[in-house]
C-alpha cells in the first residue's frame, strides 16, 4: 500500500466546493442551500464525527449564494466545528424539542423570507431530510415568504465528481481493502463460523489501516450463496461453499466498497463458470467507461455478458454505483440513469447473475474515471474464482 495522504482538507478545498454551488446556485435564482444531512454538511464544511449516529440532535448548514457557509448547531458541536474553516456558528442547547434550532434558522432566514426570495433543499432521489417533518413543517410556516425549490441537481453535480484530495483517500482505503481481501486464505478456513470469519476480516482490516469497517455483508453455502446482504451465522464454512465478503470500510470519511469470492476446498463447475462470466462482464464495464458515455451504457455493456449466462432474471436493479462519503452515491449504473459519465467520478462497477438453484454471484470493484478512461482503485480479481 502506497503512504496515507494527509487527513482532512485545506480551507481552499471548502472554498472551491463552495464557489461551484454558488455558480451553480446564481444560474437558478437561488439564494442559498439549506442542508441537514451529515453528508452534505461535512462535504461543505468538514465537519467530521461520528455523533451523527444519534438521531436526537438536527443540525443544519446554509450555504448563501455569497459569502461563507452558515452552520445552526447544537452548542455540543461548537468546539469541533469551529476546527473548520467556519466562521458563523451559531447553537443552542439540544435537545430542545420544543425549539430544536427552529429560532435560530428564523433569525437567520427571515429576511430572504421577508422579500419572497428562493432556496435550495434537497428533495429528490437518494436525499433526505434529516429533521423532524413536523419542526420542518413548523419551520415553513414561519418562513410563509420563502420559496424552497429542490437542490438535488446541484448537490449530485458537485459530489459525483472529486477532487483529486478525495480521490486519493479512496485510492488509500482502496488499498487497504485489496490488502484485507487478499489475507483471507490466511485468516479463513474449512470449520470456522462465518461470523468468526467477518471477526477476523475486520480486524485485518483494521490492522491494516482502516478506521471503521462499518459495513460488511456476506454469504456462504454449498454451490453458492443465496443473497447479498444477510448477517452472518455461526454456520462453520464447507468444504464445497461459495463464500463472498463485501465490504465497506473507511478511512478519514471516505468508503471503498466491493467484494471478493472465493470457494472452500473445491469449486464446482456451475461457480466457476459464473464467476468468470462477471469478471468478463467487468472487464467489459473498464473498457467502455469513458468520459462522455452514459451511465446506461456500462449497465448494457455488463448486462449483455451477463445475459449469456443469466437465464433466471435475476435483477438487483443496477449494476454499481458512485462511491465517495458514502457508500453509496449517485449516479445508478442502470438503464434508467442516462448520466454522462465524468472525468474524476469515482464510480463500483458490481455486476451480478443467477444460476444454479436460487444461487447468486456478485462481483465489484471500484474506479476512477480518467480522460483516457478507467482506472482501478481496488487491486483487479483474478480471473478464476479462487480456492481456499
Excluded at 24 to 42: F, H, K, N, P
Excluded at 99 to 104: A, C, E, I, Q, R
Excluded at 158 to 186: N, Q, T
Amino acid at each position: 500500500m502506497s503512504p496515507a495522504p494527509e487527513r482532512g482538507f485545506p480551507d481552499a478545498e471548502f472554498a472551491a466546493r463552495t464557489a461551484r454551488a454558488q455558480a451553480l446556485m446564481a444560474q437558478q435564482g437561488l439564494e442559498g442551500l439549506l442542508l441537514t444531512r451529515e453528508s452534505e454538511v461535512r462535504y461543505f464544511s468538514g465537519f467530521h464525527t461520528l455523533f451523527w449516529q444519534s438521531p436526537t440532535r438536527p443540525w443544519f448548514l446554509f450555504v448563501p449564494v455569497e459569502g461563507k457557509p452558515v452552520a445552526v448547531i447544537p452548542e455540543i458541536g461548537a468546539a469541533l466545528m469551529r476546527q473548520t474553516w467556519i466562521d458563523d456558528i451559531r447553537t443552542w442547547s439540544a435537545p430542545s424539542p420544543a425549539d430544536d434550532g427552529l429560532s435560530l434558522l428564523v433569525d437567520l432566514l427571515g429576511p430572504l423570507a421577508a422579500r419572497g426570495a428562493s432556496i435550495g433543499v434537497p428533495k429528490g432521489h437518494e436525499t433526505s431530510l434529516r429533521m423532524p417533518l413536523g419542526d420542518y413543517e413548523r419551520l415553513l410556516g414561519l418562513l410563509a415568504g420563502l420559496d424552497i425549490r429542490d437542490s438535488t441537481d446541484i448537490i449530485r453535480a458537485l459530489r459525483m465528481v472529486k477532487s483529486e484530495a478525495e480521490i486519493a483517500k479512496l485510492r488509500h482505503i482502496c488499498g487497504i481493502g485489496s490488502a484485507s481481501f487478499a489475507a483471507l486464505p490466511e485468516i479463513v478456513h474449512e470449520g470456522q463460523a462465518f461470523e468468526d470469519t467477518f471477526r477476523a476480516f475486520r480486524r485485518k482490516a483494521l490492522e491494516l489501516g482502516a478506521d471503521d469497517v462499518p459495513y460488511l455483508v456476506g454469504g456462504a453455502d454449498k454451490g453458492g450463496y443465496h443473497d447479498v446482504i444477510s448477517p452472518p451465522t455461526a454456520r462453520p464454512l464447507q468444504k464445497g461453499d461459495i463464500m463472498m465478503l463485501d465490504t465497506g470500510a473507511t478511512w478519514d470519511g471516505y468508503f471503498c466498497d466491493f467484494d471478493r469470492n472465493f470457494a472452500i476446498g473445491r469449486a464446482d463447475d456451475a461457480s466457476r463458470r459464473a464467476y468468470h462470466t462477471l469478471w468478463r462482464a467487468t472487464e467489459a464495464g473498464l473498457a467502455a467507461a469513458r468520459p462522455g458515455a452514459r451511465c446506461a451504457d456500462l449497465f448494457h455493456v455488463m448486462q449483455s455478458v451477463i445475459d449469456r449466462m443469466d437465464d433466471q432474471g435475476g435483477d438487483v436493479g443496477r449494476l454499481g454505483h458512485g462511491l465517495g462519503m458514502q457508500l453509496t452515491e449517485w449516479p445508478s449504473l442502470a438503464a434508467f440513469d442516462n448520466t454522462a459519465l465524468q472525468e474524476n467520478m469515482v464510480l463500483t462497477l458490481e455486476p451480478s447473475l443467477s444460476y444454479g438453484d436460487g444461487r447468486i454471484m456478485v462481483h465489484e470493484e471500484n474506479i476512477v474515471l480518467r480522460a483516457d478512461g478507467a482506472e482501478l482503485l481496488t487491486t483487479r480479481a483474478v480471473p478464476e474464482l479462487p480456492v481456499i
